[in-house]
């Protein structure tokens, strides 16, 4: 399967781009594991126009986890214009444009999946960023805003009319948000239509390697993207089982990688008290997140104490305590 030049060979499986989730640090545990292709975490258009330091940070990418993509959201098309020529100078291989995300504080203004409401707008915004950078532009968007109005089969057309080189969707409406069952039928359909001729890729209730497997063999997709089941667990891209110890030796690290790159970020070659905060916060959404706790009694009063910590030598005590307890 390819991506305008890149080649991710057969069935690739794909990290989605996630708000607070796919920082560098993760991004990079989960190139190492298998990913065949990573995203940032996406990013405003208006606020890289408004240069905010915050979200401009969210642009930083390494080598050593290319491909990666860098998605923006945002409702206003000199805005998403702006800010795509803003990416293309961060250097990632590709651009992907946000129409997916449910959550009010985009889709209710207008951005993200609530572009789903404003067609004309959507494909404007897209065909506008296509002709403003050399890169490769994808998109991810819903099958609609709700179940009257599933449009996915248009408006996949109208999108690769666009311009567009490979098209994610997610197996769910705008108001169903997260919730329910992801219906990958109208996902096949799309793949299956003679008339597209870029990558589909699917996403939706994949929590395993196997889910890929199905959705490949069932729908036919090019890629599958993994979200949610990623939390706590960069492995889930791996074939090869590892042992609670590899899992929590993972974790451990994670914890330190973010450290360190928050540091190296504000100029320091030894983290600082607050280069240790902002890694534990990095953190600590996987570490509520992983499966891999799930076997320890009432873990409840551990699990507070985890994500109240506030030092790395107690965080790490404390997963290391978990470690014993699991044995």
Known sequence: MKIGTIDFGDRPVFLAPMED??????????KRFGAAMVYT????AEALVRDVKSTLRKLTISDEERPVGIQIYGRDTDAMVEAAKIVEQAGP??????????VKKVAGKGAGAGMLQ????????????????????????RLGWNHEQLIITTLAEQLQACGIQALTIHGRTRSQMYTGQADWTLIGEVRHNPNIHIPIIGNGDIKSLDDADRAFDTYGVDAVMIGRATFGC??????KELTLDEKIDV???QLRINIERIAAANGRSVPEREDELRGILHTRRHLAATPVFKGIPNFRETRIQMLRAEKKDDLLAIL???RELLR
């Open 21 to 30: 989730v796919t920082d560098i640090g993760f991004r990079m545990l989960c």
């Open 41 to 44: 975490e996406f990013v405003s």
């Open 93 to 102: 291989d590709l651009i992907d444009l946000n129409f997916g995300c449910p």
């Open 118 to 141: 404003n067609i004309p707008k959507m494909l404007e915004i897209t065909q506008k960023v296509v002709e403003a950078v050399r890169l490769p532009v994808t998109a991810k968007t």
């Open 234 to 239: 960069p492995w889930i891209f791996s074939r």
């Open 251 to 253: 974790l451990e690290e």
């Open 320 to 322: 290391e305590r978990c």
